[in-house]
């Protein structure tokens, strides 16, 4: 056996937030923790306030951010850059981790680059573009990961690392999501594209393990039923347990969205009694308290959640129709 494979104390998690990011990190941490994942978790501050500092300075290894960044999305590299650890876990601050992920760390430490295949149809993402752009030479065709959790071990981070923050640096904010891009701009997703683009260019396809998106799925998290609230645990009708849930776009400790098994856990993780770093309820929206208020403000709120995002793409469709029929293809919609 390869004696550079970690041991489990040379793993470490590493997330990044700002002050709207501190509820959905602290959720994490307390995931972690409830699951029997006892590694450090470091955090690169990209804004906290001086009272979140405080509050998780017990329970987080906090690092500021370096100042040549532009954008905290360009950040998630830094974290093990500044902090290399044998076994490296990527993980977003607005994940709850649903169950142990041993299996992944394994993975990882025996040399594989290990993530989730992203949700359709952006689960085949591709632009060939990515290569001259970054330097890269020839991409390799292959699944779209994912960059809200990557696992890797320190052999393969010298490859990764570097051409991570210098595809980042290269490519700007502006043609992302995060300035005026659009989903068909090469780097519409940013540092999740940069990623990509790398895996497809300096790693062979055995150095890398992509996993179902179905395991770390997002809202509205399809089928997967909360099976006890105390551990965490969630599963699929076929048995499937996700390792994760990941809630992309809206947070539901900064607006009202639907109902989800996120939303339940969400409550538990930050207030329930058994968590490593409790909130104080009255710092939360009523929404995400305990007790009959909150459950009543919860149900108003995630149904007219539902009806306004349902409302939305009602709009949405019957945009696409007038379109249709203004050029005469009402019969082919
Ligand atoms: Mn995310």
Redo the contacts with the bound molecule.
């Keep these: 056996m390869d004696v550079s494979i970690a041991p489990e104390s040379d793993t470490a998690f590493y997330s990044v937030s700002d002050r709207r990011f501190f509820p959905g990190l602290v959720a994490l941490l307390n995931s972690l923790r409830l699951v029997g994942h006892d590694e450090p978790l470091i955090v690169v501050d990209a804004g906290l306030t001086p009272g979140q500092r405080e509050l998780l300075a017990d329970h987080v290894e906090l690092l500021r951010a370096p100042a040549s960044e532009q954008h905290p999305v360009f950040l998630a590299p830094a974290g093990p850059v500044q902090r290399p650890s044998q076994v490296a876990i990527l993980i977003?601050a607005?994940?709850i981790v649903t169950r142990h992920l041993s299996e992944l760390v394994e993975a990882a430490g025996a040399g594989r680059v290990v993530g989730f295949v992203n949700d359709p149809p952006n689960d085949v993402r591709f632009h060939p573009e990515w290569g001259p752009a970054l330097g890269l030479g020839p991409l390799r065709r292959q699944p779209y990961l994912n960059a809200?959790f990557v696992a890797f071990p320190a052999a393969l981070s010298s490859r990764l690392l570097p051409e991570w923050t210098e595809g980042q640096n290269a490519i700007g904010v502006e043609g992302t999501r995060y300035g005026r891009g659009s989903l068909e701009d090469p780097f519409y997703f940013a540092d999740q594209d940069v990623l990509n683009a790398i895996l497809a260019a300096r790693f062979g396809s055995g150095e890398l393990l992509f996993l179902e998106h179905r395991l770390a799925p997002h809202p509205p998290f399809r089928g997967v039923s909360l099976v006890d609230e105390r551990t965490l645990a969630c599963r699929y009708g076929d048995g499937a347990e996700p390792y994760l849930l990941?809630?992309?776009l809206a947070k539901p400790w900064l607006k009202a969205t639907p109902n989800t098994v996120y939303s339940t856990l969400l409550s538990r993780l930050l207030l329930a009694p058994d968590v490593t770093l409790r909130l104080d309820p009255g710092q939360l929206p009523l929404r995400l308290r305990q007790g009959w208020a909150a459950a009543a403000d919860r149900r108003r709120a995630g149904t007219a959640a539902f009806v306004r995002d349902n409302g939305r793409r009602q709009l949405g469709r019957f945009r696409i129709r007038s379109r249709l029929a203004r050029l005469g293809m009402r019969h082919a919609a």
Aim: no cysteine; glycine share 14%; hydrophobic share 30%.
């Design positions: 977003d607005d994940i809200g990941h809630h992309v």
